[in-house]
């Protein structure tokens, strides 16, 4: 059995790499833990080193690896940069900040000594996405790799050559040898190793339905998760807003990664008074992003990860058509050579209760815009849906979008004025379908230690 790497541009092999057997798993997670028994001990200093180590390495070698993102799932050389660039600054981050994130905090009782210490627990295991082949996996490992845990990866096939990238970083950023190994495996094998005894945590990005699975094979062994998983981001456009500086912006949000990103904005829903000024602008920012070859300096978008996932949209949009939507930009399959898995940008409109896009997340290039009553109207919209990763909402009144924000949008993260992005600094992660724990920020490197009480009479 095999695993291979598609060209989403063109539909060519890259690569096909060998797919581990049952026992080379098991192999694998018994030398990880291994590793991580000596691993445990080290230093703060020492891990810290090793992280800004391999910050230097991603900013050393970020083209070339900016390139293998665009060949293998069709990311602009010019965002696989960017993404490179926070992959480096998430490790300097933790570097620095990881030891007081998980320092000993004394706790005044009737003992004569007592804390609460942050123990690293092991093996964990990291089951990741195609769409940000390196950030997704590196906003766990840097502050896993801190916390003094050792990092297993069952990455997407399609971006195998991505994988086995970080592990030479880990390696060549002078990490011990097998404190973090790669899975070249189906997603079939992948509940062997979650019951793997020494698998002590499971860490995933990914479908909402892979993560109900990976929540019950988890649970049923009692192991930590975290789970990040689908969104349907909704973007609020209210009547006092800035509408050339929301349009501006709903577009860029909406085509971040070609549309294929949990934190995408999706459902745009625009107060009826606005709706048509803000349509007219938004439809301009879409039209204008040029399509074509991500490996081309001036690509703003490049092909779908997959021609099955292009297909899959393409069917969705077209169910929404027939459902009563109105497409007034795209809907369409480009016509030109080369074509593998391309989208057009699309707009849909006049987005009804019943119809495909109002409850389920639309993965690609695709914009759906609600009409709003009134501001209390858009909230209700917003709110109306199983998902709650992200949310922003665009108005001059401070007072009333920091409202909206803190106290009634139901997201894991909420913005204002901008598009929903994640921060190193900030904790990042979902509620109800969109899934829970946080990563990233103080928080984020807590997830995966055992908080331990130590009680001294």
Same mark, same amino acid.
């Given at each position: 059995m095999s695993i291979s790497s598609i060209n989403p541009v063109n539909g060519e092999l890259i690569q096909e790499y060998p797919a581990d057997t049952v026992n080379q798993l098991r192999e694998k997670v018994e030398l990880t833990h291994q590793s991580w028994l000596d691993y445990r001990k080290t230093s703060w200093q020492t891990r810290s080193a090793g992280l800004d180590r391999m910050a230097e390495l991603l900013l050393e070698r970020k083209q070339d690896l900016a390139r293998l993102m665009a060949l293998e799932m069709g990311k602009p050389l010019k965002d696989g940069v960017a993404e490179i660039e926070k992959c480096a600054a998430v490790c300097q981050y933790y570097a620095a900040q990881g030891e007081g994130f998980l320092k000993d905090e004394t706790v005044e009782t009737a003992a004569g000594k007592s804390y609460v210490t942050f123990q690293p627990i092991g093996v964990v295991l990291a089951i990741m996405p195609w769409n940000f082949p390196f950030w997704q996996l590196f906003r766990f490992l840097a502050p896993a790799l801190m916390a003094g845990n050792a990092g297993l990866l069952k990455h997407a096939s399609n971006v195998t050559g991505c994988a086995l990238a970080i592990s030479a970083l880990v390696e060549d950023a002078g990490f011990p040898e097998n404190i973090f190994n790669v899975l070249i495996t189906s997603s079939k094998y992948i509940q062997e190793v979650i019951a793997h005894p020494l698998v002590k945590a499971v860490t995933l990005t990914g479908s909402t339905a892979a993560g109900m699975s990976v929540a019950e094979q988890s649970g049923k062994l009692l192991k930590k998760t975290v789970l990040e998983l689908g969104g349907s981001d909704p973007y609020l456009v209210l009547a006092d807003a800035d509408i050339e500086l929301a349009a501006k912006v709903c577009a860029e949000a909406r085509l971040i990664n070609n549309g294929q990103s949990c934190i995408a904005a999706k459902r745009?829903?625009?107060?009826?008074?606005?709706?048509?000024?803000?349509?007219?602008?938004?439809?301009?920012?879409?039209?204008?992003?040029?399509?074509?070859d991500p490996l081309l300096a001036g690509t703003d978008l490049g092909p779908m990860a997959r021609a099955d996932l292009r297909d899959e949209l393409h069917g969705q949009v077209q169910e929404c058509i027939s459902q009563g939507a109105k497409c007034i930009l795209g809907g369409n399959i480009p016509d030109f050579p080369g +074509?593998? @898995?391309?989208?057009?940008p699309t707009i849909l409109s006049g987005i009804k209760p019943g119809m495909l896009v109002y409850k389920e997340e639309i993965f690609g290039p695709v914009a759906a815009i609600f009409t709003a009553i009134d501001t209390d109207d858009a909230v209700r919209i917003a709110n109306d849906t199983n998902f709650g990763l992200g949310a922003a909402v665009f108005t001059r009144n401070a007072?009333?979008?920091? +409202?909206? @924000?803190?106290n009634q949008l139901q997201a894991g993260s909420c913005f204002v004025n901008t598009n929903v992005k994640s921060d190193p600094k900030l904790p990042f992660g979902g509620i109800n379908?969109?899934?829970?724990?946080?990563?990233?920020?103080?928080?984020?490197?807590?997830?995966?230690?055992?908080?331990?009480?130590?009680?001294?009479?």
């Open positions: 745009f829903i625009v107060v009826k008074e606005v709706e048509e000024e803000f349509t007219t602008l938004f439809r301009s920012h879409m039209a204008a992003k040029k399509t074509g +074509d593998h @898995a391309f989208y057009e007072a009333l979008a920091e +409202d909206i @924000a803190r379908q969109s899934g829970y724990g946080r990563e990233l920020g103080l928080y984020g490197i807590r997830e995966f230690v055992n908080i331990k009480t130590v009680f001294i009479q």
